[in-house]
């Protein structure tokens, strides 16, 4: 198969309009992005032009939840997602969350919970919990698959990202 | 290994390792040096690991983690024999420089060859640094042992050295002792504990580095374009179609059409504009002829795998009830969450490639001769991918790269699309077996036959032929590589007569590589499944008639925990309260390595044809338990990606090309779906440790194909067990 081709509106050729800035509180900082192609997904931004690695492309569709990012605190496709429709929003990334040494409270229960094998879903996972768990701080089991539908893996996984999910919530584990 | 090597070489090489990328913080030691002239022997304990001056070690392994755990399990193996804590341990991964070769990453041999080497050369180290505190200090060596690091008298009185003391940086210079003494299970501190995955924080925290996030200076993105079709070449280009993205470039070689950008967007971008024309071709068979055309052939050849007495006499005894089926498993792709990528550099005459293959060691040669260098001028470097579970797109993404840095000169990143990972990774193969079974007027098994259909492996080939040089018409190897999917052909339990046969294809519907647990799943589907259709026949409790014909004490025990544990209570099926059932299924992984034993619980809609599966029991004996909750986790994953195989996936392709190309047409089993699950882990501290990645895939087509029978009478003999085919299977409502 061909490579992806990008949406018509993405290939458009940079116009003098695009050669300009947007600004955004990205993980809680004040942000000034040099934008050449307002088009451009933010997930390749991150990725590539902010060194923000942590949301990861799996499908390019929205289909996976790989590059899971919250929007003005609610969870989005970071692929999805044009740079020019951040512009004054609230973008969190998974490393906004926390780091390794000092883990959000989310993260350090999927730490606890070995919630991860090749991870690269896994901040997705993570990125959608805090979204669930900001809605609704005691989730049911079923609310909380219902919350993550939208998240695949493939190592299977999906038993500890559970645990780690409940644990979170400070309710018992299935 | 040179004996002198200077801090300042030890520190270079050391830089290079680390140049371009951080490395992931961790709770475990990083390597601090390499010797630049390390042995890559597998006789050697200098192969396999260093000690540093700070008592710290560094283990150099062949194996790779994928997200199996290897990363903490074989640190564990290694910490044990040196007596250290696994903290002290920084470990280097599939590297062709500094790894030894020790296989690839394959057949769930991490820890049962991978780590068990490696342990080995830990034995063998740990008896020369006793030996060398013990002469230092005139004390014989059975009076020394290694504690915490330190080399003591077991009195407590006299010196104690650092392991790090009595080894300079030059190393052993000692051959691996294949019988160098093992601590005693009895006195591990460290093998059998739960000892977190040091991977885990960072992968949660976005800071781990992937192949994905690796960069160097001055690298292009690359996206490859492939034909539309299988086979297509390429008739013409429009180069100025991509003169809209500043600085794309094509490069086309032959049918290889790739285009670079300094930015990955714009990479994306031209790819999407390049306007390409390609030949007609439609060489493929479809999806739906794949059953048929198994029996077609055309064949190379035909092999009897099993033959014990008399089959075709108790086939033919009239006074036996014979039962026939045929079970068929579809072409299913690895599906990898990540479409896979790789960075390379090929300069001065030597190239590096940072991949995520499973055999770095393996595919050196043929990146070599594709690139036209020597082999000791190509250097692979793991990296971690998106988990694979078999060879997916890894190795094509890294020749992509490859041949793009040798024909730009400048460091490369290729990096697949959605549609290239599902669309052009290799496949696992179909596999079709007809099974007969004679059941005697007792209700025995008194005769069975196999016979499967499954295409050949070419002898003698390295590695799958790689998309890159195949369509850039640089020479390689040809032919199919499947894994070895004819084992557990035949049933585990004591039937007087057994015939396997297997009927070889010359090919496969799409290039084939190997999937987990190679053959095994589909072939104990079918004998699994065929066995709880004789018990059936019997009015046999399918728990009672297997149990019956084990004389293994580990096999009867996996299978009778896992029925205690599901509350199995004997009764013939189907269920006599319909819409919920159980099944069982059991498996010896390849006669020779893990014990399985899985129940299972689901529910049938018989309105809609829905299968849920409830709840899952797995009781495991892999011998020798490494890291109790890495191997739960494992199990879990095999469970649940099986379940997702079973259920839902089949590739479907057309005349032309793949056509299940996201996760919309190619779904897999997401949370409302997901059981629960319990793994009941075997320890077996005195045996081996074998397997633990594959295994427990193997039983999980039987046991909910059992279950669905017991639920509602439905017998599945064919996946994806879709709604249509559970309809189509039920039996009239009485």
């Given at each position: 198969m061909p490579a992806t081709p990008p949406s018509k509106a993405r290939t458009k050729a940079p116009s003098p309009a695009s050669q300009r800035t947007i600004s955004l509180s990205l993980n809680g900082t004040a942000t000034v992005i040099a934008v050449t192609d307002p088009n451009q997904p933010l997930l390749y931004v991150l990725r590539n032009?902010?060194?923000?690695?942590?949301a990861k492309f799996g499908?390019?569709?929205?289909?996976?939840?790989?590059?899971t990012i919250l929007i003005d605190n609610e969870p989005a496709r970071a692929c999805q997602t044009p740079i020019a429709a951040v512009a004054d929003k609230r973008v969190t990334t998974i490393e906004g969350l926390g780091s390794v040494k000092a883990p959000h409270p989310v993260q350090a229960a999927f730490i606890a919970e070995q919630a991860a094998q090749c991870g690269y879903c896994a901040t997705g996972m993570v990125m959608s919990s805090v979204a669930l768990l900001a809605r609704i701080p005691k989730p049911s089991l079923d609310e909380a698959k219902r919350a993550l539908s939208g998240n695949l893996c493939r190592c299977g996984t999906h038993q500890r990202i559970l645990r780690a999910v409940m644990r979170a919530s400070g309710s018992a584990q299935p | 290994m040179t004996a002198a090597l200077s801090r300042r070489d030890l520190l270079r090489t050391g830089g290079v390792l680390l140049v371009g990328f951080a490395l992931p913080a961790s709770a475990l030691a990083t390597p601090s040096s390499v010797p630049r002239a390390k042995t890559v022997d597998t006789t050697e304990v200098d192969g396999f690991l260093a000690i540093h001056q700070d008592g710290s070690v560094t283990i150099f392994c062949g194996k790779v983690d994928l997200g199996q755990g290897l990363r903490i399990a074989i640190r564990q193996m290694a910490a044990e024999e040196l007596g250290?804590?696994?903290?002290?341990i920084a470990m280097i991964e599939g590297d062709t420089l500094l790894t030894p070769d020790q296989g690839p990453t394959v057949g769930s041999t991490g820890v049962m060859k991978g780590g068990v080497q490696i342990r080995q050369a830990a034995a063998t180290a740990r008896q020369a640094l006793i030996r060398l505190a013990a002469e230092r200090q005139d004390?014989?060596?059975?009076?020394v042992d290694i504690v915490d690091g330190e080399v003591r008298p077991r009195s407590g009185e006299g010196r104690s050295f650092g392991i790090?003391?009595?080894?300079?940086?030059?190393?052993?210079?000692?051959k691996l002792d294949p019988k160098a003494p093992l601590r005693p299970p009895a006195s591990y501190r460290v093998v059998g504990k739960p000892l977190p995955r040091p991977d885990v924080p960072a992968k949660i925290t976005g800071r781990h580095v992937y192949v994905h996030d690796f960069t160097l200076p001055g690298m292009l993105h690359g996206r490859v374009i492939r034909p539309p079709s299988v086979g297509a070449t390429l008739t013409s280009v429009d180069e100025a179609s991509v003169r809209p993205v500043k600085g794309a470039r094509v490069i086309r070689l032959r049918d290889f059409l790739a285009v670079v950008a300094e930015t990955e967007w714009d990479a994306v971008r031209a790819a999407g504009l390049l306007k390409a024309q390609w030949s007609d071709s439609a060489p493929l068979m479809g999806h739906a002829a794949v059953r048929d055309a198994m029996k077609a052939g055309p064949f190379v050849g035909r092999d009897t795998l099993v033959n014990t007495g008399d089959v075709a006499g108790a086939l033919e005894d009239s006074d036996a009830k014979v039962l026939r089926a045929e079970y068929f498993w579809p072409v299913q792709s690895h599906a990898s969450m990540g479409p896979s990528c790789a960075v390379a550099e090929v300069k001065g005459g030597s190239a590096t490639i940072w991949t995520a293959s499973q055999a770095t060691h393996r595919f050196r040669p043929a990146f070599a001769a594709m690139l036209g260098l020597p082999v000791d001028r190509v250097r692979l470097i793991y990296l971690d991918g998106s988990g694979c579970y078999g060879m997916n797109g890894h190795d094509d993404a890294a020749a992509d790269a490859a041949l793009l840095a040798k024909a730009t000169g400048k460091p490369v990143r290729v990096q697949w699309s959605r549609e290239d990972e599902l669309g052009w990774d290799p496949k696992g193969p179909p596999q079709l077996l007809a099974l007969e079974g004679a059941l005697g007027s007792d209700g025995q098994v008194t005769g069975w036959r196999t016979e499967m259909w499954l295409p050949k492996a070419t002898a003698g080939l390295p590695n799958v032929p790689l998309l890159a040089p195949q369509s850039a018409g640089i020479g390689q190897p040809m032919g199919l590589i499947t894994g070895?999917?004819?084992?557990?052909?035949?049933?585990?339990?004591?039937?007087?007569a057994v015939e396997v046969t297997v009927n070889w294809l010359a090919d496969a519907p799409l290039r084939p590589s190997n999937i987990r647990a190679p053959g095994k799943i589909a072939n104990t589907f079918a004998v699994e499944g065929f066995f709880d259709e004789l018990c059936v026949a019997s009015g046999l409790d399918s728990l009672f008639g297997r149990l019956r014909l084990l004389r293994d004490i580990r096999a009867i025990k996996a299978l009778t925990r896992a029925a205690a544990l599901m509350s199995w209570r004997p009764r013939p099926a189907p269920n006599p309260i319909p819409g919920i059932g159980r099944g069982i299924a059991y498996v010896h992984y390849k006669h020779s390595e893990t014990y399985v034993a899985i129940a299972m619980e689901v529910a049938v809609d018989r309105d809609s044809g829905k299968i849920t599966p409830r709840r899952v029991v797995c009781s495991h004996d892999c011998g020798l338990v490494i890291n109790p909750d890495a191997l739960k986790l494992q199990i879990e994953g095999a469970i649940i990606q099986t379940l997702s195989r079973t259920l839902l996936e089949e590739v479907a392709f057309d005349a032309k090309a793949v056509t299940s190309t996201d996760w919309a047409s190619y779904p897999i089993l997401g949370f409302a779906d997901i059981p629960e699950i319990m793994v009941d882990l075997i320890d077996q501290p005195d045996l081996p440790p074998l397997g633990g990645g594959e295994a427990a895939a193997t039983p999980v087509p039987a046991a909910l194909a059992n279950a669905v029978f017991d639920a509602c009478g439905a017998r599945l003999r064919t996946a994806p067990f879709t709604p249509d085919r559970v309809k189509a299977a039920l039996p009239p409502p009485a």
């Amino acid at each position: 198969m061909p490579a992806t081709p990008p949406s018509k509106a993405r290939t458009k050729a940079p116009s003098p309009a695009s050669q300009r800035t947007i600004s955004l509180s990205l993980n809680g900082t004040a942000t000034v992005i040099a934008v050449t192609d307002p088009n451009q997904p933010l997930l390749y931004v991150l990725r590539n032009q902010l060194g923000l690695t942590g949301a990861k492309f799996g499908c390019g569709k929205g289909q996976c939840g790989a590059c899971t990012i919250l929007i003005d605190n609610e969870p989005a496709r970071a692929c999805q997602t044009p740079i020019a429709a951040v512009a004054d929003k609230r973008v969190t990334t998974i490393e906004g969350l926390g780091s390794v040494k000092a883990p959000h409270p989310v993260q350090a229960a999927f730490i606890a919970e070995q919630a991860a094998q090749c991870g690269y879903c896994a901040t997705g996972m993570v990125m959608s919990s805090v979204a669930l768990l900001a809605r609704i701080p005691k989730p049911s089991l079923d609310e909380a698959k219902r919350a993550l539908s939208g998240n695949l893996c493939r190592c299977g996984t999906h038993q500890r990202i559970l645990r780690a999910v409940m644990r979170a919530s400070g309710s018992a584990q299935p | 290994m040179t004996a002198a090597l200077s801090r300042r070489d030890l520190l270079r090489t050391g830089g290079v390792l680390l140049v371009g990328f951080a490395l992931p913080a961790s709770a475990l030691a990083t390597p601090s040096s390499v010797p630049r002239a390390k042995t890559v022997d597998t006789t050697e304990v200098d192969g396999f690991l260093a000690i540093h001056q700070d008592g710290s070690v560094t283990i150099f392994c062949g194996k790779v983690d994928l997200g199996q755990g290897l990363r903490i399990a074989i640190r564990q193996m290694a910490a044990e024999e040196l007596g250290i804590g696994v903290e002290r341990i920084a470990m280097i991964e599939g590297d062709t420089l500094l790894t030894p070769d020790q296989g690839p990453t394959v057949g769930s041999t991490g820890v049962m060859k991978g780590g068990v080497q490696i342990r080995q050369a830990a034995a063998t180290a740990r008896q020369a640094l006793i030996r060398l505190a013990a002469e230092r200090q005139d004390l014989p060596a059975d009076q020394v042992d290694i504690v915490d690091g330190e080399v003591r008298p077991r009195s407590g009185e006299g010196r104690s050295f650092g392991i790090g003391d009595l080894v300079g940086e030059a190393g052993f210079n000692l051959k691996l002792d294949p019988k160098a003494p093992l601590r005693p299970p009895a006195s591990y501190r460290v093998v059998g504990k739960p000892l977190p995955r040091p991977d885990v924080p960072a992968k949660i925290t976005g800071r781990h580095v992937y192949v994905h996030d690796f960069t160097l200076p001055g690298m292009l993105h690359g996206r490859v374009i492939r034909p539309p079709s299988v086979g297509a070449t390429l008739t013409s280009v429009d180069e100025a179609s991509v003169r809209p993205v500043k600085g794309a470039r094509v490069i086309r070689l032959r049918d290889f059409l790739a285009v670079v950008a300094e930015t990955e967007w714009d990479a994306v971008r031209a790819a999407g504009l390049l306007k390409a024309q390609w030949s007609d071709s439609a060489p493929l068979m479809g999806h739906a002829a794949v059953r048929d055309a198994m029996k077609a052939g055309p064949f190379v050849g035909r092999d009897t795998l099993v033959n014990t007495g008399d089959v075709a006499g108790a086939l033919e005894d009239s006074d036996a009830k014979v039962l026939r089926a045929e079970y068929f498993w579809p072409v299913q792709s690895h599906a990898s969450m990540g479409p896979s990528c790789a960075v390379a550099e090929v300069k001065g005459g030597s190239a590096t490639i940072w991949t995520a293959s499973q055999a770095t060691h393996r595919f050196r040669p043929a990146f070599a001769a594709m690139l036209g260098l020597p082999v000791d001028r190509v250097r692979l470097i793991y990296l971690d991918g998106s988990g694979c579970y078999g060879m997916n797109g890894h190795d094509d993404a890294a020749a992509d790269a490859a041949l793009l840095a040798k024909a730009t000169g400048k460091p490369v990143r290729v990096q697949w699309s959605r549609e290239d990972e599902l669309g052009w990774d290799p496949k696992g193969p179909p596999q079709l077996l007809a099974l007969e079974g004679a059941l005697g007027s007792d209700g025995q098994v008194t005769g069975w036959r196999t016979e499967m259909w499954l295409p050949k492996a070419t002898a003698g080939l390295p590695n799958v032929p790689l998309l890159a040089p195949q369509s850039a018409g640089i020479g390689q190897p040809m032919g199919l590589i499947t894994g070895l999917i004819n084992q557990n052909g035949d049933p585990p339990y004591a039937v007087p007569a057994v015939e396997v046969t297997v009927n070889w294809l010359a090919d496969a519907p799409l290039r084939p590589s190997n999937i987990r647990a190679p053959g095994k799943i589909a072939n104990t589907f079918a004998v699994e499944g065929f066995f709880d259709e004789l018990c059936v026949a019997s009015g046999l409790d399918s728990l009672f008639g297997r149990l019956r014909l084990l004389r293994d004490i580990r096999a009867i025990k996996a299978l009778t925990r896992a029925a205690a544990l599901m509350s199995w209570r004997p009764r013939p099926a189907p269920n006599p309260i319909p819409g919920i059932g159980r099944g069982i299924a059991y498996v010896h992984y390849k006669h020779s390595e893990t014990y399985v034993a899985i129940a299972m619980e689901v529910a049938v809609d018989r309105d809609s044809g829905k299968i849920t599966p409830r709840r899952v029991v797995c009781s495991h004996d892999c011998g020798l338990v490494i890291n109790p909750d890495a191997l739960k986790l494992q199990i879990e994953g095999a469970i649940i990606q099986t379940l997702s195989r079973t259920l839902l996936e089949e590739v479907a392709f057309d005349a032309k090309a793949v056509t299940s190309t996201d996760w919309a047409s190619y779904p897999i089993l997401g949370f409302a779906d997901i059981p629960e699950i319990m793994v009941d882990l075997i320890d077996q501290p005195d045996l081996p440790p074998l397997g633990g990645g594959e295994a427990a895939a193997t039983p999980v087509p039987a046991a909910l194909a059992n279950a669905v029978f017991d639920a509602c009478g439905a017998r599945l003999r064919t996946a994806p067990f879709t709604p249509d085919r559970v309809k189509a299977a039920l039996p009239p409502p009485a």
